[in-house]
């Protein structure tokens, strides 16, 4: 079982940038795909980028294409999403996810979550 840390959430201006990272506790985490999902409140928890275990292939969300880039290095077991251009709309809880199959859009692909984090992004 792997264990997921994320950190690097905050507070930020709309138009400024913020860069999560999700560290893994195990060094096998660099065999799984991981992904980065969010929840805004009352809504459902959505995803927004994924990339393969070796951070070759990666997909986004429409919604912030252009702005958040997935990559990783996996000899530091850490995952990262820079997240550019921040819209108020882009405020919510941010997970980290892992799963040993394919990085999809699809929630339930993952098995191991983080606790999650919040990024703000003010008018």
């Known amino acids: 079982q792997v264990q997921l840390v994320e950190s690097g959430g905050g507070l930020v201006q709309a138009g400024g940038s913020l860069r999560l990272s999700c560290a893994g506790s195990?060094?096998?985490?660099?065999?799984?795909?991981t992904g980065w999902f969010r929840q805004a409140p009352g809504k459902e928890r959505e995803f927004v980028a994924g990339?393969?275990?070796?951070?070759?292939?990666?997909l986004y969300a429409d919604s912030v294409k252009g702005r958040f880039t997935i990559s990783r290095d996996n000899s530091k077991n850490t995952v990262y999403l820079q997240m550019n251009s921040l819209k108020p709309e882009d405020t919510a809880l941010y997970y980290c996810?892992?799963?040993?199959?394919?990085?999809?859009?699809?929630?339930?692909?993952?098995?191991?979550w983080g606790q999650g984090i919040l990024v703000t992004v003010s008018t």
């Open positions: 996810a892992a799963t040993l199959t394919s990085a999809t859009e699809v929630v339930s692909s993952y098995n191991y």
């Open positions: 990339c393969s275990w070796s951070g070759t292939n990666t």
């Open positions: 195990k060094g096998t985490f660099r065999l799984y795909a």
